[in-house]
C-alpha cells in the first residue's frame, strides 16, 4: 500500500546511473536540479522526493568507510522526516555498500534501498529509469498497519529487490548484475510489486534505531589458488595491525593440507589474527565437517562464515573489531546472524 503522504529522500553517491549525456554526447555527472527533466515518470509517483548528493560524487570503486560512515550521518539526520531512503550507487561496490550499512543501521524500521544501472540515466536504453522508480515505491510501500513492508538494507536491480548482505555482482554488461544466490529474493516486480513477506526481516518498531560509526579496516581476504606461495601468505598475516582475514577457499571450505600452508594459518591464528573460511563459489556454504581438508582448518581455529558473502564477511568483520570486541566476542558474533547475512 502505497502512502501519498510519504517522503522518501534519494541520495545520490555517483556511479552510472547519475549520468547524462551533454549536447555533444559526452557524459556529465547528473544534476538533480533537473531530476525530473531527466526521469518524468516521476512527476507521477504521489509522494514527496527530497534529494541530497555527496559534495563530490564518486565513481564506486572509491566507495571506502569513511563514505559508509557519511551515509550513515544523511540517514540519521533525516530519519524522522522521511519514510524511506533510496541510494543511488555505482554497481562494483554495492553489494559491500548494503553489507556495511545492514550492520550499521541497527534496529532500522525503514527501507534502505540501494540501486543504480548498467546504463547512464541519460541513455534512451537505459535500465536506470525502472530501477529508479520502482525502488521508490518500494521506499514508502507500507502495509495496513502504517508500517514499512521492507524494513531492511535491500539492493533492487532487474526487477528483483534483494537482501543488500546476501548480494553479489554477478555481470559487468547484462541489466542482471547481481544476484543472492543463498537467500531468496525478497520481492520481484512486474505487474504488481509481489513481496514474499515471510522472508523479510521482522523489525520491533517499539526499538529505537541506532546509527553505527565504529569500523575498524585492518582486514583483508586471501583467495586460495592452486600454486599460492608460503612468501604470499607468510606476507599477509604479517601485515601490521591486521585483525582478521576473509579465507576464500575450495567448494565446501576446502584448502591446501600440506604442512607449510598449515603451519603458516596456525602462525596466523596464534598472533591473534581471526580467520573466517568462506566459500569462492556463488552459491553454497562452508561446511568444515564435510571433508577432511576443512576438519583440519575448522582443528586449528578457523572459523566457519557458513553460507556468508565474501562482501558481507568483510563489513561485518569491520564493524565487530570497530567496536572493540575482543577475539573471543568477535568470533563468537561471527557465528550469529546479527542483520540477516547468514542462515545460522
Known amino acids: 500500500m502505497l502512502d501519498f503522504n510519504a517522503s522518501v529522500l534519494l541520495i545520490y553517491t555517483g556511479g552510472t546511473i547519475g549520468m547524462t549525456e551533454d549536447s555533444t554526447g559526452a557524459l556529465r555527472s547528473f544534476d538533480f536540479n533537473y531530476l525530473k527533466e531527466n526521469v518524468p515518470e516521476i512527476n507521477r509517483l504521489n509522494f514527496n522526493i527530497d534529494s ?3 559534495d563530490t560524487p564518486i565513481d564506486s570503486s572509491d566507495m571506502n568507510p569513511d563514505k559508509w560512515k557519511l551515509l550513515v550521518k544523511i540517514i540519521e539526520e533525516n ?6 531512503f533510496v541510494i543511488l550507487h555505482g554497481t562494483d561496490t554495492m553489494a559491500y555498500s548494503a553489507s556495511a550499512l545492514s550492520f550499521m543501521l541497527e534496529n532500522l524500521n525503514k527501507p534502505v534501498i540501494l540501486t543504480g544501472s548498467q546504463l547512464p540515466i541519460g541513455k534512451i536504453r537505459t535500465d536506470g529509469k525502472e530501477n529508479l522508480i520502482t525502488a521508490l515505491e518500494i521506499a514508502v510501500d507500507k502495509n495496513e498497519k502504517g508500517e514499512a513492508l521492507v524494513p531492511e538494507v ?4 532487474q526487477n ?18 547481481f544476484n543472492t544466490f543463498n537467500y531468496p529474493i525478497l ?7 509481489r513481496y514474499r ?12 534505531p541506532k546509527f553505527h560509526y565504529l569500523l575498524d579496516p585492518n582486514v583483508t581476504v586471501i583467495r586460495i589458488f592452486p600454486g599460492i606461495s608460503a612468501e604470499i601468505l607468510r606476507a599477509t598475516i604479517n601485515i601490521p ?5 576473509i579465507l576464500e577457499t575450495y567448494g565446501a571450505g576446502n584448502a591446501p593440507t600440506e604442512k607449510w600452508f598449515l603451519d603458516i594459518i596456525k602462525e596466523g591464528i596464534d598472533k591473534g589474527i581471526i580467520i573466517v573460511n568462506v566459500t569462492q563459489c556463488a552459491s553454497g556454504s562452508v561446511e568444515m565437517n564435510r571433508y577432511q581438508a576443512g576438519k583440519t582448518l575448522k582443528n586449528l581455529g578457523v572459523l566457519s562464515g557458513n553460507d556468508i558473502t565474501t562482501e558481507a564477511a568483510v563489513a561485518k ?3 565487530l573489531f570497530g567496536h572493540g570486541l575482543n577475539r573471543e566476542e568477535v568470533k563468537y558474533n561471527m557465528q550469529l546472524s546479527l542483520a540477516g547475512e547468514i542462515t545460522v
Open 79 to 84: 530519519y524522522e522526516k522521511q519514510d524511506g
Open 52 to 54: 541530497i548528493h555527496f
Open 317 to 319: 568483520l569491520m564493524f
Open 187 to 193: 520481492a520481484e516486480a512486474g505487474t504488481y510489486i
Open 154 to 157: 535491500c539492493i533492487f536491480f
Open 241 to 245: 595491525h591486521l585483525k582478521g582475514i
Open 160 to 177: 528483483l529487490l534483494m537482501r543488500g548482505n546476501r548480494t553479489i555482482k554477478i555481470n559487468a554488461d547484462n541489466f542482471k548484475a
Open 197 to 208: 513477506h515471510e522472508l523479510i526481516l521482522s523489525r520491533p518498531y517499539n526499538l529505537k
